[in-house]
């Protein structure tokens, strides 16, 4: 059966994080972190409200998962730090726009703000770690040199289970 996709891009969610990562300081916002904190934000979304956050397919890569779109737009950083927001030209106009989640859908905002206080002091790798886990999403698909399509139930699976660690215990 197919999810419902809210109105996002892979984009929309990478310019969030960004943006949260220069309000509060953070520095080590390489690709590798900012494709996984979309990735959590996504699985997240998924097991919370059985929603897509964006069309995009997630696929497994080597170093985990990776939306191919963010890892394109941003590689050129390497192991650096990203200082530029994913860009949405319009081909028809010329004018570019920098997406970002819009501020009075509560239910995204939430999602993606508890992903980024849960996981912003983390490293790219160590979040690469964390996708690597025995029971992750990942290692149900990937195939040494072969890039796969992650499923979602693959996802929502995980996700729950990283939810269950983060929420208060009464």
Not at 25 to 51: C, E, H, Q, R, S
Not at 158 to 169: D, S
Request: glycine share 4%.
């Amino acid at each position: 059966m197919e999810k419902e996709i809210l109105e996002y891009s892979a984009s929309h969610i990478a310019n969030y994080f960004l943006w949260k990562a220069n309000q509060d300081g953070v520095k080590n916002m390489t690709p590798m972190k900012l494709i996984k904190l979309v990735y959590f934000a996504y699985a997240w979304n998924l097991a919370i409200f059985d929603k897509r956050l964006f069309a995009e397919k997630v696929e497994a890569w080597r170093h985990g998962p990776v939306i191919p779109s963010i890892y394109h737009e941003f590689k050129r950083f390497g192991n650096s730090a990203i200082d530029e927001y994913a860009v949405k030209l319009e081909l028809e106009t010329g004018s570019v726009s920098y997406p970002i989640i819009n501020n009075k859908d509560q239910n995204t905002l939430r999602i993606v703000d508890t992903v980024w206080k849960k996981y912003k002091q983390k490293s790219g790798l160590e979040l690469s770690d964390i996708t690597h886990q025995e029971d992750g999403a990942w290692n149900k698909v990937y195939d040494l040199g072969k890039n796969a399509e992650m499923r979602d139930e693959d996802m929502i699976e995980r996700a729950k289970k990283a939810i269950l660690e983060t929420t208060p215990k009464n």
